[in-house]
């Protein structure tokens, strides 16, 4: 089994399996003050993402999803409560310590791709190799060769961002993403500069993700469409949970899970 | 990603590395020039064949600018009273500032010949009028001087008299009494050239007694003596010229990586969501900055090699003498003022929060 793999309580006796959480928030709270105004963008969030699963959280502008997406990927500290990831609260760390949970733990997919336009497909996957420092060891280039042929941009290597068509770009950014095996990915509207055909695809290659590696992604979108590709569905409104669908049938895809 | 970087931005790259290079060539050429005119003079002073130098007292190093105060009595005074002295030459010199920039000695043949050997000469003979003047193969060479040529120098006109290989003191010589006439110094002479017998040492030291209040210096020691720490007002020259290479070097390395970095932002702000540190990008503005100015020192200590072969061809007499300490010098300056000018920009770069450089435009 490896890290992407679902921790299967071995003692669970029927029903539904306990599943280990990898990201919590408990009360969670980010008030920005803009002037003299205090703006509360978040308001108390509670949430559980358990590891292997692929999250959508939608809501309106403004409704506070996007700070809590930066929250989650340790780019902001919260003003009050607490994120958890693998059971460690990251909400006090300074700086240094949300750059180490972002180098070791948390992969981004942004709606711009945001990838380096001087540097060819390649050489921005490379980046985060480099960036990530660990040695880097036969398994990890095998991966590497699996997520290329599975986002199917082995062809598209040495081409720079500028030569390549929007979805293509936006499947450079998820290998960038996932290269180093990320706990957590969090896609900030990953399909939102892509048109509907470049859409399906991406999205499809999150499941294909989710399902072939296991990997824990969290999807933040206002698109309601984007939920139908997700295991669970969390909404929020002014700055709160209002709606949390528990995994639809997360027992029943257990066995798609296990290696 | 640094070579990327400098390939996607050609213009900039290529200003900031010529910003450098201009730099390091500024510096290169100004100290090459000093060090090469102050070198080719003791030289050529050695050339002359002297011992000892007598001057007039506190009188500067550089010859060019001794004044016409010494009476040329003293010079026979030195070989009838000084025990050891075999030969004394009195020099008048003058500086010519017409057609380019010329120490012209006024010598007295005989005892010219009598303390560092003859005069060789290439064409022509010894001056046989107070309007004649020899000069050396060089300077005939930057001039296209031909021997029975008139020549206008001194506010006045000479006739080439003889040219002569180059290397016994001036580049320009005229009969001793000639040119103390045209000074308006009669019978005076601004330095002597002294020639001894084994032991120089001694003869400086009976010299230094019968003379006390003159400037007596060994010829073999003028050589270190040229250096420009040594000349007075060229070290503090030296080291202003430096200090503004230095200046302009820190500012378009400022301007080039301040610009860089707001251009960047977005591209800051991925690396920083791709979990690189603070210090990782302090780090990468650093390397970029130094690749920058090495390549600005590589085209810099070529493009003063090209300018010192333009100097040599559009002026001769014009040495210019490259030494490897201020090559590594020139190189270190540069790369000082590339760390310098990018340091700020660097820390303003590592400062951006991750999320406001994502959302830049």
């Known amino acids: 089994m490896n890290k992407y793999e679902f921790v299967i309580q071995k003692s669970y006796c029927g029903g539904v399996p306990e599943m280990k959480s990898i990201l919590e928030t408990v009360g969670l709270r980010k008030t920005y003050r803009i002037g003299s105004v205090n703006v509360e963008a978040l308001r108390g969030v509670d949430i559980q993402i358990r590891a292997g699963e692929l999250t959508a959280i939608m809501g309106p502008s403004g409704s506070g999803k996007s700070t809590l997406m930066h929250l989650l990927g340790a780019m902001a500290k919260p003003t009050d409560g607490k994120v958890l990831i693998d059971g460690e609260d990251i909400a006090n760390l300074n700086d240094y310590g949300r750059t180490e949970i972002r180098r070791k733990k948390i992969g981004f997919v942004f709606q711009k791709f945001n990838l380096l336009p001087a540097l060819s497909a390649k050489a921005n996957i490379e980046v985060a190799r480099f960036i990530h420092r660990d040695a880097r060891s036969r398994e990890d280039d095998q991966h590497l060769a699996e997520l290329l042929q599975m986002l199917m941009i082995e062809e598209k290597m040495g081409r720079k961002p500028s030569e390549l068509s929007g979805g293509e770009q936006q499947r450079v950014a998820i290998a960038r993403a996932v290269v180093n095996r990320p706990a957590i990915l969090l896609a900030d509207e990953p399909t939102g500069a892509l048109d509907s055909k470049n859409s399906e695809i991406v999205l499809n290659m999150f499941r294909e993700l989710n399902r072939k590696f296991k990997q824990t992604i969290i999807l933040v979108t206002h698109n309601p469409e984007l939920a139908t590709y997700t295991d669970r569905l969390i909404e929020m409104r002014d700055g709160r949970v209002v709606h949390d669908s528990e995994p639809v049938s997360v027992y029943e895809k257990i066995p798609t899970l296990v290696v | ?361």
């Open chain 2, 1 to 361: 990603m640094i070579s990327a970087s400098l390939i996607s931005r050609p213009v900039r790259t290529l200003v900031s590395i010529l910003a450098v290079a201009l730099e390091v060539t500024l510096i290169l050429v100004i100290v090459g020039l000093t060090t090469g005119i102050a070198n080719d003079s003791g030289k050529r002073i050695v050339g002359v064949g002297g011992d000892i130098i007598l001057q007039a007292p506190n009188s500067s190093i550089l010859l060019s600018f001794s004044s016409a105060s010494l009476p040329v009595q003293i010079g026979d005074k030195i070989v009838k009273d000084i025990p050891g002295v075999q030969a004394v030459t009195p020099v008048i010199i003058q500086t010519n500032s017409e057609g380019g920039l010329e120490t012209v000695y006024g010598i007295d043949p005989v005892s010219f010949q009598a303390v560092g050997g003859p005069l060789v000469f290439i064409k022509g003979g010894l001056f046989k009028d107070p309007t004649d003047i020899v000069v050396d193969d060089i300077w005939a060479e930057s001039k296209n001087a031909k021997v029975g040529q008139q020549v206008h120098m001194l506010g006045q006109n000479y006739r080439v008299a003889g040219i002569v290989e180059h290397g016994r003191g001036a580049r320009v010589y005229m009969a001793l009494p000639a040119m103390q006439d045209a000074m308006g110094a009669i019978d005076k002479a601004s330095i002597f050239f002294i020639k001894t017998g084994a032991d120089a040492e001694t003869v400086r030291a009976r010299l230094a007694a019968k003379l006390p209040e003159y400037k007596i210096t060994m010829a073999k020691d003028l050589m270190s003596l040229m250096s420009s720490d040594k000349i007075p007002g060229l070290d503090a020259f030296i080291r202003t010229v430096v200090f503004i290479a230095v200046c302009v070097g820190v500012l378009v390395i400022f301007l080039s990586m301040y610009t860089t970095i707001t251009e960047r932002t977005r591209e800051i702000g991925i690396l920083r969501s791709l979990g690189a540190s603070k210090v990782s990008v302090i780090r990468l503005i650093l390397e970029e900055s130094f690749m920058l100015c090495l390549l600005g020192v590589g085209v810099g200590l070529i493009g003063s090699r090209f300018i010192a072969s333009g100097v040599h061809m559009v002026f001769p007499t014009l040495p210019i003498e490259f030494t490897s300490q201020w090559y590594l010098k020139a190189a270190m300056f540069a790369l000082f003022s590339g760390l310098i000018g990018s340091f700020y920009p660097a820390l303003k770069a590592a400062a951006l929060d991750p999320i406001e450089a994502l959302a830049y435009e």
